[in-house]
């Protein structure tokens, strides 16, 4: 089957670094994306990796290794507008779309 | 302003009962999908559209059916309720089919006792 794993919950300090790792088993691949949710709204768009490397934008950035079907969110200088829900989603080959259950991301003080 | 819009944002309702989600969006976007969101699980797709006039069945399409007779509207309705059913309902858009940004809606919330 095809599954999508990614932690349930994550702590953070207030300007502080954060990675949040997504691993994947899915029937092909075409693209991995990044959405974020804060709670009881929708999701909005963050990135997306088809090639394995690293892209940047902003204080986020996104990696992806497609041989070991991982890739990570790394966020940096964190604000508190930050907390909130973090999905991860593979296309596959059907190009349908596989989501992972979200971290959910904590910022203290 | 431009995007998605959802309605109702909740309601509670009876087993047994009807029920149509509306959602209406006006960025002239192709394609169309409806998806459930529930605790400790990914978002579910549940029906999609890649053009006005034709729809398909995705992960999870029992006990609901969809119709797109514009580019605009795309409802999902539940013949007949069941508790398993309760759950936060997303309605999405892109470009096209393929596409690889999903624009969603607020989501609608229900709850089937």
């Known amino acids: 089957g095809q599954n999508i794993d990614q932690p349930t919950e994550m702590t953070a300090t207030e300007g502080a670094i954060v990675q949040i790792n997504c691993t994947y088993q899915?029937?092909?691949?075409?693209?991995l994306f990044w959405y974020q949710q804060h709670a009881g709204e929708a999701p909005t768009f963050l990135s997306y990796n088809v090639l394995d490397g690293l892209e940047e934008k902003g204080r986020f950035s996104s990696f992806l290794s497609r041989s070991k079907g991982y890739s990570y969110l790394l966020l940096k200088e964190l604000q508190m507008k930050d907390s909130a829900s973090y999905l991860c989603a593979v296309k596959d080959s059907n190009y349908q779309l596989i989501w992972g259950a979200g971290t959910k991301l904590i910022i203290k003080p | 302003i431009a995007g998605i819009t959802q309605a109702p944002t909740s309601q509670i309702l009876a087993a047994g009962r009807r029920m149509t989600l509306r959602c209406t969006q006006d960025m002239r976007h192709n394609a169309m999908y409806w998806y459930r969101q529930d605790l400790g699980l990914g978002l579910r797709l549940i029906h999609y559209s890649n053009t006005a006039g034709t729809t398909g069945k995705g992960e999870v399409p029992d006990g609901y059916s969809v119709s797109r007779a514009n580019t605009d509207d795309f409802p999902l309705t539940l013949a007949s309720a069941v508790p398993s059913q309760t759950s936060v309902y997303f309605c999405a858009s892109s470009v096209a089919s393929g596409a690889n940004v999903l624009t969603f809606g607020a989501g609608s919330r229900l709850t089937v006792l």
């Open positions: 899915t029937s092909g691949f075409n693209g």
